[in-house]
Structures are given as C-alpha cells and as structure tokens.
C-alpha cells in the first residue's frame, strides 16, 4: 500500500515538474520556440528535464561529487547511514559510493556519447558514399553491412571482444562498428533519395567534387531523419554499454560506471526487508539507466510524432 | 493452376537457398574473425614465457599449423555433426558443455514466449483498435518504458517483489535435468518473466503499428462506409491480412529473446548456453566462443526465414514478385 502510494507521489511530482519545465520554456524562449514548445506533451517535458539534469550532472561530475573518482578511503563495506561522511556507504575497497554513482553517470553517458557519434560519422559517411558513388562500391559496402547485420549484436560485440581482449577503447571501437551498420542502412536510404533531385544533378554538371556534393548537398538535407535516429541509437549504444559492462567485459575499472556498480551491489537486494536503503544500492544504478535511456525515447517520439503528425 | 503450387514452391526453395547462403556467410565470418587476429592461439594459452617448442607442439595438437581453408572445412564439418572442438579451459568436448545448457535454454526461451506471444498479440490488437484512448497512452508509456530498461533492471525488480520483499518464487535458477516438470517451471519463473517483459513489450508495439498500418487502409474504410458491423470489419476484413505483418513481428522479437537471454541467464545464475558464453568470452575459451556465436547466430537466422516463409504462405500477394 505505501509502495503504491509513493509510486503516485512521484508520478504527482514528476509531472507537476514537467508542467513547471514546459511553462518556464514557453515564458522565456522566443517566439519560434514558443510555438514548438506550446504543443509539447507532458512525457516529452519529462524526458527534456530529465536529459538537461543528467547532462549536467555529467558535465559538473567534479563539483557535485564529494569525493574524488578513485578516492580510496580505510573504511570499506560501509551501508547506508553507517558513517556521516559516507551518505551511501562505501565499497568493498573503501571508496564512496555516492561518488562512484555520480562519476559512474559521467563515464557510461560519455562513453555511450561518444561511441554513438563515432558510428554515426562512420555509418553516414560509408552511406552517403555508397549512395552518391552507387556501383560496385555500394554492392560491395551494402553486402559487407548485410553480412555483418545477420549475427545478433550483442552475440558479435562478445566474439569481437573475445578476440581484441577486455578493455575500454576495444568496446568503444567493437560497438561504433557494429552500430554504424544500422546508421549505413539509414543514411543509404536518405541520401538515396536525394541524390536523384535535379540540384545535385546540376552541382554534378557545375564539376563540383565527391566531397562537396556530399557535404553540402546532401548531409544538410538529411540532418532532420539523422537527428531522430541518433536518439535512438544512443539509447540503443547506452543499453548495448551497460549490459556489457554489467557482464563484466565493458568499461572496465578503475572507471566507474553504471553496469559494473549494479553486478558488484547486487547481493546488497536480498537485504531489502530489513535494510530496504542498503538494497535499493544495486536499483539506483539500474534505475538511473533505465531513466536516461525513457527520457531520450519520450524525446524522440515526440520528434517522430511531429515530423510524421502532417500524416495522420 | 498448376503453375500457382510450383510458383510457390520455387519461391520458397529461393527463400531458404538465401538462408543458406547466409548462415554460410556467418560461419565464414565467425571463422575468420577468430583466425585473422594478431598473435596466435598456442602462444595465448601457454602465456608470455612459453618456449618455441611448446608453442609448436599446441599448434599441431590444435591444427593450427594447417593451411587455413583445411582447418575452416574440418571446423565447419565438425560443427554439422555435433563437433564443436575441445574446450581451451578444462580440455572437455564444446559439444558436451554446451548438449544439456542448450535444452535448458530452449525451455527458458518456450516458457517466456508462450507467455509473451498471446498477452502481446492481444494487447497490441487492443491498443491499435482503442488507439489515442487512456489504455493505448498508458500502454505506450509502459511499454517505452520496458523496452528502455536494461534486462538486469526489469529482473532486479522482480527478485525484489517477487522472491525477496513476497518469497514466491527462487532468485536463483538452480535448474537441473532430473527435476520434474513443476519444479522446474517454478525454478525458470522469474528469468522469463523478465524476458516476458522485455519482448510483450517490443512485440505489442509492433503489433499496435501493423494493425493501425492497415485500418488506414482504403478498403476497410469501404466495408465501414458500406455499414459493415465492427466486430466483421475486424475479423473478416482485416484479420487475415493483418496475419503476415503479426507473423512477423512474432519472429523478429522471438530473434530478440537470443540478446535478452544472455543477460537474464548470467543474473539468475540459469545453467544456459548463454551463461556458458559469457564465461568463456571472459576467459577467452575460443572453441566454445565459436560454437556458441554459431547457434546464437543460426537460431537468429532460422527465425528470420520461417518468418518470411510464413507471411508469404500466409499473404497471396507476396506469391507473385514483379
């Protein structure tokens, strides 16, 4: 009963936040912004807030956090409440989890950030080359991308883990490859689409170059589609990081992240009559997770509901 | 008429010829991507300080001396008859390891889709029927919010309700062969309830896309202007071709439940194939890696093609390709 009470408590508080957020931005952007913002549900509010708060958190990790990332401490396996200095208790080798939380947040957020971007330049370039050249080049790129997508992601991600070895830079660059295959199909799609107008037809006979055509002919017209995609890739990057990181064979330490913290406090769950602070250690991480990753979705689907909201 | 069967047929045969061709592809690709790596196996496994005669004498015990099309051929012939090599690890048959592991994920993966499948399929029918009311807004919301979670939290969430705060079923899946059909039930509850999650999820969405995809449609909107009742507008009119989309969506998040798996079994501690591949990639077993990469790999793509073997079966249209 008091589970489900606090459930709605939050979902109250939640939305008058959302409510708060929206009107905030409709009474101090300008007129452009105002009118994008005035049709804004309350979900996509959420997750607006939600994204600006966990940046943030990201960027000012530093100043937030009391301790430093790696900051050992003499007392280990302190719970919650134990010490004054350790509001979350600390870990099996003394440093403070509150700390690693917030540090593990900006890790996992800006690894997840930056393997996305790399598959997005990686994807979009290959794709945009493979539309604009055609030929044996895009049979040879489309095939190759055919190849590679028949295996299950995550199932090729451990091969190619297995094989380069367990490290930090190895997942970065084994999840951009892997993830560049969907940006590929995508900007392929895209850029198909608009290479047959009649200005890149013209900017061909004016004697401009593969490089500019790309860039300045059909990257800008194809922004809008990519914008809403590499929301969901991120998402997509995000989950495919924590999950690895949760088995062990992700970010690897001393980094903090969100993935390892939830594998390492796990045990702390069956505490969870008695000591129910100390279990919700393992959900914290998890549930930070999850939150980010609905908040970009909420996002997103408005975007997608905007751009397609002329059809239906 | 005649010509119709054999069309069929020839379609079909074209259809899993194609699959062949790609687990093909999947077993060259998983070959080479092992074998294509700096360094070398045998200096792997005796570590940094091995001499150059005990080097040799692991690359001719593991045939690694071979020219690589031979050894390619001898894997790819073992793995069609149920040889998977020795395991780097413990020196046993991969095929050993992996025999019962593989039954037992199996029934995790059954027990999860039988849920999933029917609650997902008609949830999705309702949400797209009853589309923009409080039920298809507060589905949407709940399912983004399940397919946004990561697997571990769904199933951290449920040993908290479900075996630690209310003790109705195990938080670990001690499962083993000889234990009777109930208990076992009982035992794998949890891991597929989480993936249960996780796919209802996915596969609603889908479902809820396909069907409204085709109310949209030009002629059902006839048989509602022409004063047909709902209930036959639905059963009569767009039931049967809404058939081969829901086929599909099936498939593809049954092909889903090989990435949930491997997650879920390492948090319930379940004795499946996917808990095996996690601790060999983490000791680097590559055998093991190998076979395990190739089932995960055909399972996938065997669900791919009975998918589009089914919707074409099932949509006369897709029997006549222009």
């Known amino acids: ?312 | 008429m005649s010509g119709f069967g054999f069309d069929l047929l020839r379609l079909i045969a074209k259809r899993l010829g194609l699959g062949l061709i790609t687990l093909f592809v999947v077993s060259l690709i998983i070959f080479l991507a092992v074998n294509l790596l700096p360094g070398d196996f045998a200096q792997e496994i005796l570590g940094q300080g091995a001499t150059e005669e005990a080097v040799a004498a692991i690359r001719r015990e593991l045939g690694l001396d071979q020219p690589m099309v031979q050894r390619y051929l001898s894997w790819l012939g073992g793995a069609l008859q149920g040889d998977f090599g020795t395991s780097f690890g413990n020196k046993r048959p991969v095929a050993e390891l992996l025999g019962q592991r593989f039954l037992n994920t199996l029934f995790l993966a059954g027990v999860a889709a039988a849920i999933a499948v029917p609650l997902a399929v008609g949830l999705g029918v309702l949400a797209a029927l009853y589309r923009n009311s409080v039920f298809d807004r507060v589905a949407n919301v709940a399912t983004l919010t399940s397919i946004s979670s990561p697997e571990f939290f769904l199933a951290y969430i449920l040993i908290l309700f479900l075996a630690v705060v209310n003790p109705v079923f195990d938080s670990l899946s001690n499962v083993s062969p000889d234990l009777d059909f109930w208990t076992r039930l009982q035992r794998t509850m949890l891991p597929a309830l989480t993936l249960t999650l996780v796919v209802t999820a996915h596969m609603m969405r889908m479902t809820r896309a396909a069907i409204i995809n085709l109310l949209a449609s030009p002629y059902i909107e006839m048989a509602r202007l022409k004063g047909v009742s709902p209930a036959r507008v639905i059963v009569h009119h767009a039931l049967p071709n809404a058939l081969a989309p829901i086929i599909n969506v099936i498939a593809l998040n049954l092909a889903y439940l090989i990435t949930g798996v491997v997650v879920v079994e390492v948090v319930f501690v379940y004795p499946g194939v996917g808990q095996l591949f996690v601790d060999s990639v983490k000791i680097r077993d590559i055998p093991i890696v190998q076979a395990c990469c190739l089932i995960f790999a055909a399972t996938y793509i065997l669900l791919n093609l009975t998918a589009d073997v089914l919707s074409i079966l099932s949509n006369p249209r897709l029997r006549h390709p222009k």
């Open chain 1, 1 to 312: 009963m008091t589970t489900l009470l606090y459930i709605v408590g939050i979902l109250v508080v939640a939305a008058a936040a959302s409510w708060l957020f929206r009107a905030a931005l409709i009474a101090v952007l300008p007129r452009p912004g105002k009118l994008l913002f005035r049709t804004m549900p309350l979900v996509a509010s959420f997750g607006l807030l939600m994204i600006i708060i966990y940046v943030s958190a990201a960027l000012f990790a530093p100043v937030i956090a009391p301790y430093g990332e790696a900051e050992v401490f003499d007392k280990f396996n302190a719970l919650p409440g134990d010490d004054p200095r350790f509001l979350l208790g600390t870990d099996q080798i003394g440093r403070d989890l509150l700390t690693r939380l917030i540090y593990g947040g900006r890790n996992t957020i800006g690894i997840a950030f930056l393997t996305t971007v790399l598959a997005f330049l990686l994807g979009a370039i290959a794709g945009f080359l493979a539309a604009t050249v055609g030929g044996w080049l895009d049979q040879l790129l489309s095939r190759t991308v055919d190849a590679l997508m028949a295996i299950p992601q995550l199932i090729f991600a451990l091969l190619l883990i297995t094989i380069f070895g367990q490290s930090t830079i190895n997942m970065i660059l084994v999840i951009a490859v892997l993830d560049s295959t969907r940006v590929f199909r995508l900007s392929r799609a895209v850029a198909g689409n608009i290479v047959v107008m009649d200005y890149i037809e013209a900017a061909k006979l004016r004697g401009e170059g593969l490089g500019y055509l790309i860039f300045r002919e059909i990257l800008p017209n194809a922004t809008p589609p990519l914008i809403a995609e590499f929301g969901m890739r991120f998402c997509f990057v995000f989950l495919l990081i924590a999950a690895l990181s949760f088995l062990g064979l992700g970010i690897q330490p001393p980094l903090a992240d969100w993935g390892s913290m939830v594998r390492d406090l796990s045990q702390f769950i069956n505490y969870a009559v008695f000591a129910p602070l100390t279990a919700s250690l393992p959900l914290m991480a998890a549930g930070a997770i999850a939150l980010l990753t609905v908040s970009v979705n909420f996002v997103v689907d408005w975007m997608l509901h905007r751009a397609s909201g002329l059809k239906e």
